[in-house]
């Protein structure tokens, strides 16, 4: 009968992470301190931080005692880490390596640092929370290592020996001193998960993108013994739970407001959890709704795009219609020089490319091209330098244009340069100098070919010497070669005020316009990566720091245009930050949403159609003030560490949370990291209590 009506489809869902402690098994405990004799040293070279060892009986996590780390960083410039050192062989791959540890809720990098048997040095980076208290702590010997000296061949050779615990800093020039704890050392095996649940949807949608008032249903199975199933909301506020057996159980349940939502199945097996996978889906209101501010109008955004891999083949093409459905239609993408010239000066465009882009045609996006990377036909494959190289560079990019033409208007002069992106480490000169010989030239052969087209100029410059290669390149561009200009301002996990990106993307534009440079800053690419370990953000962090990141950057009024990188993951490592980039999951998972692509799509449809006029910072709290069309304001308001209880003056006339289901309409208001939206007239905020003086004297 359900194949039949052909409404049912089956589904991958989202395993849930797992706790470090149940991704392990103990093969073999190396030490659990449980004896006299400490069989551990700390390293005080010139890179380690003072810190000095003791067995500990007073405090443990199993038996009686444990390893006490006292410590201290005075706030070394180069390197300041505490290094543990014990004598432990781990004789052949596959293994991995932990042990519990206590510390204060300093968010202390943990990694492991081994040398192999040729005397190559491997570091790999271990999981552990900045969660005060006992806390398992491990990873994979031979996961992602970065290696250096020994044989140089980049592998782990067995048998291999720990040299340290490498317990890193929170940050250049941190100071602290205090105690941490560790016991139980283990060696472990990676536990298999087991994969039997089976999920059917109805009815299936791409991207499991819904409308408020649809009914969903899922049938779920597995090898277990029943089901149980709940579906909350992006605050974890519970909308509907049920449960079944495991051979077939029904989870059905209607979403009666907008947002972003996560319907959890577990498989239990005597009462105890054995799978849990995630449908993620989301509401959003109707794109043309009456409900929406500003009335019946299209939402489009010029401010907010995102970038894509449709010219690296890694997106499906209905994942571009998915981005229209979130109000996003202007995508970042690539068509490569190689591929484009496969045969000197004989240009063709690549199947693939040419499918996305009739695509992007038919839906009227307005795709962003980068000219980029190396053509093994001109330069020895490397950086583009000589002249015929730049001549032919050029000529590739102005073809392009024109070949485009009617689809494209923007383009961008290479992807990070300087950094070598791209460029798996290809011979030339890859200076901010060389950058400008090869702009001007390419911005002349394309605004000759398509007067009208829009070039983007220095192709998305980073890091501590930004400024000064910007004005680097104008050096040998000069001034006329670009109509933009392209920076990356990364800062993750950091927070976008803490971190300071209004000040730093200030600075940059001044010293660009200082040094002649035309046009706005297009932000080309900035995001916070939800995976696993060092450097990773929850999904609930990205989402909001996505929305904050999008109205500090309006409010500098230097900035023209975001590209968020990127919509989806780009692989199914959890462990691995380019695969954790996206706003929505991988196509393995239907391209399901995570919190900050709806986040995203209510900034972009509250805003959509109104002029950005000021933003305040008073204490920890943050107010943007848009104006439509109609002369309403929209507020967007956050704060930025805890919570703030603010009275707003004006008319307020409607209230959204983040992710766009309307609140009771009032003057007071609660704010915390999650932005809210407040629709009136004369918006202001009157007075501001932290939360936590709330009652005090
Ligand atoms: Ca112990
Ligand atoms: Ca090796």
Not at 27 to 33: A, M, Q, S
Not at 135 to 153: E, I, K, P, R, Y
Not at 324 to 342: C, K, P, S, T
Request: glycine content about 10%.
């Amino acid at each position: 009968m359900r194949a039949a009506d052909g409404q049912w489809q089956p589904i991958e869902c989202v395993p849930a992470d797992r706790t470090t402690e149940t991704m392990f098994d103990v093969v073999r405990t190396c030490d659990d301190f449980e004896t006299e004799g400490l069989k551990w040293n700390t390293w005080l070279g010139g890179q380690n931080a003072r810190s000095d060892v003791q067995r500990d009986t007073a405090e443990h996590y199993r038996g009686t005692g444990s390893l006490r780390v006292d410590y201290e960083f005075v706030g070394q410039r180069d390197f300041e880490y505490i290094q543990l050192n014990s004598d432990i062989e781990i004789p052949k791959p596959g293994y991995g390596f932990g042990f519990w540890m206590k510390h204060d809720g300093t968010p202390f990098t943990v990694r492991l640092r081994c040398v192999d048997v040729s005397g190559e040095t491997h570091q790999v980076d271990l999981l552990a929370s900045a969660k005060p208290g006992w806390q398992f702590v491990a990873g994979l010997v031979d996961g992602h290592t970065t290696a250096w000296s020994g044989d140089g061949n980049k592998r782990q050779d067995y048998p291999c020996r720990p040299v340290g615990i490498c317990i890193d800093r929170p940050r250049v020039g941190f100071q602290g001193k205090g105690s941490l704890w560790i016991d139980d050392v283990a060696l472990l095996s990676p536990r298999k998960e087991s994969h039997t649940l089976h999920v059917e949807v109805q009815p299936p949608r791409y991207g499991n993108l819904y409308a408020v008032g649809d009914e969903i249903a899922l049938t779920v199975r597995g090898q277990g013994q029943h089901i149980r199933w709940t579906v909350a909301d992006f605050w974890n506020r519970q909308l509907a739970a049920g449960q079944g057996p495991a051979k077939g159980a029904e989870a059905r349940f209607h979403l009666d407001k907008a947002g972003y939502f996560a319907c959890t199945l577990e498989l239990l097996d005597d009462d105890r959890v054995i799978e849990t996978e995630v449908f993620h889906l989301a509401a959003l209101l109707d794109l043309w709704s009456e409900d929406l501010l500003g009335g019946k109008t299209s939402v489009r955004s010029d401010f907010a795009g995102v970038c894509s891999h449709f010219g690296q083949r890694a997106y499906p093409l209905p994942s571009m219609e998915l981005m229209l459905h979130y109000g996003i239609d202007q995508f970042r993408d690539e068509i490569h020089w190689r591929v484009y010239e496969a045969q000197k000066a004989h240009y063709a465009m690549p199947d693939y490319a040419a499918a996305y882009l009739q695509r992007a045609a038919e839906l009227k996006m307005r795709p962003l091209i980068i000219f980029d990377y190396n053509n093994p036909r001109y330069d020895g494959d490397g950086f583009p330098n000589s002249p015929e190289a730049i001549a032919g560079f050029a000529a590739y990019s102005a073809d392009l244009a024109r070949q485009t033409q009617g689809t494209v208007t923007m383009f961008e002069v290479w992807n990070e340069w300087i950094g070598g992106c791209g460029m798996s480490g290809r011979p030339g000169d890859h200076g901010p100098e060389a950058y400008g010989r090869l702009l001007k030239p390419t911005y002349e052969a394309v605004k000759k070919a398509v007067p009208n087209a829009m070039v983007v100029g220095i192709g998305g410059e980073y890091g501590p010497h930004c400024a000064e290669n910007i004005v680097g390149s104008l050096g040998t561009a000069g001034t006329d070669a670009m109509d933009a200009w392209s920076i990356h301002p990364y800062r993750y996990p950091r927070g976008p005020e803490e971190s300071d990106l209004i000040g730093e993307v200030t600075r940059i534009a001044n010293r660009v316009s200082e040094a002649g440079g035309r046009g706005k800053a297009w932000i080309t690419e900035i995001g916070w990566p939800t995976h696993r370990g060092p450097g990773g953000s929850d999904e609930a962090a990205q989402a909001r720091y996505c929305v904050r990141t999008h109205v500090l950057l309006k409010s500098t009024g230097v900035v023209e245009k975001i590209f968020w990188y990127d919509f989806k993951d780009d692989g199914l490592n959890r462990f691995y930050n380019e695969h954790n980039f996206g706003l929505v999951h991988h196509q393995h998972f239907n391209c399901a949403p995570k919190p900050g692509i709806v986040a995203l799509s209510v900034l972009i449809r509250m805003t959509a159609a109104a002029e950005f006029e000021t933003l305040d910072h008073t204490g920890n709290t943050w107010s943007a003030v848009y104006r439509k069309s109609d002369g309403r304001q929209v507020m967007v308001a956050w704060a930025d560490d805890e919570a703030a209880s603010v009275t707003l003056s004006g008319q307020v006339e409607a209230t959204f949370d983040m992710m766009g289901s309307s609140q009771p309409v009032s003057t007071s208001i609660e704010l915390t990291g999650d932005p809210v939206y407040v629709v009136g007239k004369e918006l202001k905020i009157q007075t501001n209590t932290r939360s936590s003086e709330k009652g005090q004297p």
